[in-house]
């Protein structure tokens, strides 16, 4: 449940970028796409570090395999939502399956952001 909290906070902030810059001020796909990666990656690390899983450990591995996570989660979900996307709608508008991909790039990023997070990088390390 505080996961799925932290995703809605983590999804009007990034989501809201993305579609703002994409939309309104004529920002590219990957531009958008990747402010709200970067953006929604800093909000969700913390607030999935202290509220979500109150992990209190100081690693840099932690900083590490976040980050790692975030790359891999980014490329996964707007990569392949973009590739999928453009070849399935392929006769409608560049901006309209731009905001599609974005949409579904979402659904996806947040899917595994999830599972690397609560198995991978906070992790109970069971010497603590």
């Known amino acids: 449940m505080k996961f799925l909290i932290v995703g809605v906070a983590n999804t009007l902030v ?3 970028l993305m579609f703002l810059l994409y939309n309104v001020f004529g920002c590219s796909y990957w531009i958008s796409s990747a402010c709200n990666y970067i953006a929604g990656g800093i909000l969700s690390f913390f607030l999935n570090k202290f509220f979500t899983f109150k992990n209190k450990q100081k690693s840099a591995r ?3 395999f976040f980050i790692a996570l975030l790359v891999v989660c980014y ?6 939502a973009k590739q999928a996307v453009f070849c399935i709608f ?3 508008g560049e901006k309209t399956k731009g905001n599609i991909a974005m949409c579904a790039g979402i659904f996806i990023y947040t899917a595994l ?3 690397g997070q609560r198995f991978l990088v906070f992790k109970e390390d069971k010497n603590d």
């Open 14 to 16: 990034g989501a809201g």
């Open 90 to 92: 392929g006769n409608l």
């Open 75 to 80: 490329l996964v979900a707007y990569v392949g």
């Open 113 to 115: 952001n999830y599972l």
């Open 62 to 64: 932690q900083i590490f």
